[in-house]
C-alpha cells in the first residue's frame, strides 16, 4: 500500500475510534497501586520529601486501584486524603480492594470489621470517587454450595457499593453463575493472568452495574513458586498481547462503565501496558519521562489532543 494510502487508513481508523469511544461509556484506565519502590527512578522522578506520588499518577490516569485496604482497613481520614490528592483530575474515580478477612480467612464477617470498612468507603461514595469495590478471592476458593453463600453474606454486607467480584477458578465461569452476579448486582472481573488448569479465562464478561478487567501478568515460572511476592508481577504485556484485550474493553464499553486495571507492576511495567492500552484506545497518553527512559522504544506511546 502506497504511503498516501497508509495516511488514509490511519486516518479512517482514528475516526472510528473517536466514534466508537463517543457512543460508549467511559472507559477509565490505571494501575494497581501507587506505592512500590522500585518506581522510584522508574516511574517517579528524583523527588524531595513533599513529592505526592498519588497526585502525580492522577495526571496521567483516571482511575488507580488501591491495594492497602487489603491488608488493613483504612480509616475514614484516608480517603479524604486521597480523595483531596487527585482533586485536580475532574474525571478521577478509585477502585479499591476490599479487606482479606472478609474474603481470605474462614471466619465469620465481623459486624465491626464491616462497619469499619463501610466508613472507609463512605467519603469515597459522597465525594463521587468510588468506581468499585474489589472482592478478591484466591483460586483456591471452588464454585461450591457453601461457598456462593459467603458470597451472598458478602454481598449484602456491601449492598449498595458498586461491588465487582474477581475469582480466579474456573468453576465460576459460566452463564449460571453470571445470572447469580446479576441477581445481586455484582461485576464480574475478567482477568488476564497465567493459564493454568482450572484457571479463569481472558473474557469481555459484563454483569452488574459496571465492568472490570484486571490484568496481572503471565509469568508462568514464578505464579506460584516465588520467593518475594513482586516476582509473579514480573512481566511486560506486549502490544500484540494487549491488542485482543482492545476488542473486549470496547466490547465491554458498550454496555457499561468500564474500570481495566494493570497489575503487572515491577518496576513500572503496569504504567506501560496502561499506557499502550489507553493509546490503542484513542485516549490521551502521556507516559512519565523517566519511564520512557527506562524502557526506550517500548515505551513509544504519545500523548493526544
Do not use: C
Not at 522522578?45 to 490516569?61: C, E, I, K, N, T
Not at 461514595?125 to 456462593?148: C, H, I
Not at 497465567?194 to 452488574?208: A, I, L, R
Request: hydrophobic share 35%; proline share 7%; no cysteine.
Amino acid at each position: 500500500m502506497s504511503s498516501e494510502g497508509n495516511e488514509i487508513r490511519n486516518a479512517q481508523n482514528k475516526i472510528a475510534k473517536v466514534l466508537t469511544n463517543a457512543a460508549a461509556h467511559p472507559i477509565r484506565v490505571g494501575p494497581a497501586g501507587w506505592s512500590y519502590s522500585d518506581w522510584e527512578g522508574t516511574v517517579y522522578p528524583p523527588h524531595g520529601s513533599r513529592f505526592d506520588a498519588l497526585a502525580y499518577l492522577a495526571s496521567f490516569f483516571d482511575t488507580i486501584e488501591i491495594n492497602s485496604p487489603f491488608y488493613r482497613i483504612p480509616p475514614p481520614t484516608h480517603s479524604r486524603s486521597w480523595i483531596r490528592r487527585v482533586g485536580t483530575n475532574p474525571d478521577f474515580k478509585f477502585t479499591t480492594k476490599i479487606f482479606r478477612g472478609f474474603t481470605h480467612e474462614k471466619t465469620q464477617l465481623a459486624a465491626a470489621d464491616v462497619k469499619s470498612f463501610r466508613n472507609y468507603l463512605d467519603p469515597l461514595v459522597e465525594a463521587d470517587r468510588l468506581g468499585a469495590v474489589l472482592l478478591q478471592y484466591p483460586w483456591s476458593f471452588k464454585n461450591t454450595p457453601e461457598n456462593q453463600e459467603k458470597l451472598e453474606n458478602l454481598f449484602r454486607a456491601f449492598d449498595g457499593y458498586p461491588r465487582a467480584l474477581e475469582v480466579r477458578h474456573a468453576s465460576f465461569q459460566n452463564e449460571e453463575f453470571f445470572r447469580f452476579l446479576d441477581e445481586h448486582n455484582v461485576a464480574w472481573v475478567n482477568v488476564d493472568q497465567p493459564m493454568f488448569h482450572e484457571s479463569v479465562k481472558p473474557s469481555d464478561t459484563v454483569t452488574g452495574p459496571l465492568a472490570y478487567a484486571r490484568l496481572h501478568g503471565r509469568n508462568y515460572e514464578k505464579w506460584f513458586a516465588h520467593e518475594e511476592s513482586w516476582e509473579r508481577y514480573n512481566y511486560l504485556y506486549t502490544k500484540d498481547e494487549l491488542t485482543p484485550w482492545v476488542d473486549r474493553i470496547q466490547r465491554m464499553a458498550a454496555k457499561r462503565e468500564t474500570y481495566i486495571i494493570t497489575n503487572n507492576h515491577f518496576r513500572g511495567q503496569a504504567i506501560v501496558n496502561a499506557t499502550d492500552l489507553k493509546d490503542a484506545l484513542g485516549q490521551s497518553a502521556k507516559m512519565p519521562p523517566q519511564l520512557k527512559e527506562a524502557y526506550g522504544e517500548r515505551a513509544n506511546a504519545s500523548p493526544r489532543p
